[in-house]
């Protein structure tokens, strides 16, 4: 899975080379730092509560007639959540530095949902799925450079899903539920900092894998609707940590100035998308979900009064995101439109606004998102297998919230270097392409929203000074 490639890579960046405070990145005379103790533990019991956004990639295999006509499409419930964590850390040292493992339990309430349907010359099929609920129990392994912990995270997870589908013909409506506790497994990746005092603050991205379920439904024919269920998780924290020493923040960075680096992540979409062919008549609504793998570079410039940060980024990025495992209609030899959607590449113009807590930058940024858009539709009708292409170059918003601390790379790397772990929420608007289905006209829309998790680093045209410890 490409998610799971890029979650390792990221838990190299964190393991291998995180983020260090060794640095402040200052053009300012020298000043000597505070007293503070002589390493930041992040040993002890912690509590806290956490809020995001949930995605689910969730492949619905349905042969709704019974003989081998198999669709295939993606059931992506979406929307906000909330709950609690509560965990422990041990911090030890190695040769990398401070080593620190944990183990953290969570649960939430969710509003993820969402309902895909089908209309094809009188049948009316709707298919539903939802997550009112979730929760994790989960290792905890990370590197910390005083009180910035970079880390990866894996174990078990487990949630409510609610599955419905209804089948209606001639005034006749067959319907099918089910709801279950799935279990499964979890990894993910996150960033942790410092707050003051007990208080420490993350960004977090988790993946669930809940397992492959079959269910055997009477819709007309009884027949199994094979799910598969994957979720993409994205969220913010607030932790308060029991005990140890409260920590009191360095005097904030200099962060003004022109910085230039790059970044690597990865890409979810849930891309709501119809076909329409009116002669037959077929109304066709559903998900296309490309993901993959994305890496590009960025520039920016940041201004600053005090600890407050205002800044103006752009990126552009080379994508691998891809969804072509849609087939929808009757998909056999006869009548089917099988998708290639894919967004080759993509970026963004936006402003920042952050508060800098010593080395650690805390930022929200949005702005103008822009990206190219392919649809190719494999058709096959009465007169053979046809294929339709389409391309276009779209603009649109984008909107999240990321961390920004110093870089050293095991100290190979000088104190210009920053790393940052973000997410954004890019929604590059419609498409509509009409072209010819058979001997018909037919036309497809496709809506492209998307979630991007990254990682990057820059480098800072700047004097920083190292502050004493």
């Known amino acids: 899975m490409k998610m799971k490639k890029y979650l390792l890579a990221t838990a190299l960046v964190g393991l291998g080379s995180a983020p260090t405070l060794a640095a402040d990145l200052a053009a300012r005379p020298y000043t000597k730092a505070p007293a503070l103790a002589a390493v930041y533990d992040w040993t002890g019991f912690y509590i806290g509560v956490n809020a995001g956004v949930g995605l689910g990639r969730d492949r619905f295999q349905h042969d709704w007639l019974g003989v081998g006509s198999v669709n295939s499409f993606y059931v992506s419930p979406q929307g906000g959540f909330g709950g609690g964590q509560v965990g422990y850390n041990w911090q030890t040292g190695s040769f990398l530095g401070p080593i620190v493992f944990g183990i953290e339990a969570d649960i939430q309430g969710a509003g993820l949902d969402d309902r895909t349907t089908f209309s094809e010359a009188g049948v009316l099929r709707s298919y ?170 960025q520039a920016g410039y940041n201004w600053q009064a005090a600890n407050w940060v205002f800044g103006l980024e752009a990126d552009i990025q080379g994508s691998t995101q891809q969804d072509d495992k849609t087939c929808i209609l009757s998909c056999t030899p006869g009548l089917t439109a099988a998708y290639d959607a894919t967004l080759p590449w993509f970026g963004t113009v936006r402003g920042r606004l952050g508060y800098s807590v010593g080395s650690t930058l805390f930022y929200a940024t949005g702005g103008l998102a822009y990206g190219s858009v392919k649809t190719k539709i494999n058709t096959t009708s009465f007169v053979g297998p046809v294929t339709q292409s389409f391309e276009h170059t779209k603009t649109g918003w984008t909107a999240g919230a990321g961390i920004e601390t110093p870089f050293t790379l095991l100290g190979l790397l000088g104190p210009n270097w920053t790393t940052k772990t973000e997410y954004l929420y890019v929604d590059l608007g419609s498409t509509s392409d009409n072209f010819v289905f058979g001997a018909v006209p037919a036309t497809a829309t496709r809506s492209v929203t998307e979630h991007i998790f990254r990682t990057g680093i820059n480098y800072h045209f700047n004097s920083p000074v190292v502050a004493k410890y």
């Open 128 to 297: 539903s799925q939802k997550l009112d609920w979730f929760g994790t129990a989960r290792g905890r392994i990370g590197i910390a450079k005083g009180p910035v912990l970079s880390y990866f995270t894996a174990g078990f997870a487990y949630a409510n899903v609610k599955t419905n589908a209804s089948a209606s013909f001639g005034g006749i409506t067959n319907t099918f539920s089910n709801e279950r506790t799935a279990g499964g497994w979890v990894i993910g990746s996150g960033v942790e900092a410092a707050l003051g005092g007990n208080w420490t603050g993350k960004i977090e991205y988790l993946y669930f894998n809940l397992g492959n379920k079959s269910d055997l439904a009477t819709l007309g024919a009884t027949t199994p609707i094979q799910t598969e269920l994957r979720e993409n998780i994205f969220r913010v924290g607030l932790n308060y940590r029991i005990g140890g020493s409260a920590y009191a923040p360095v005097a904030a960075a200099n962060w003004a100035g022109f910085y230039l680096g790059g970044n690597f992540g990865s890409g979810i979409g849930r891309d709501r998308s119809t076909l329409s062919i009116p002669a037959v008549p077929i109304l066709q609504t559903f998900n296309l979900a490309p993901d993959g793998i994305n890496g590009g570079v």
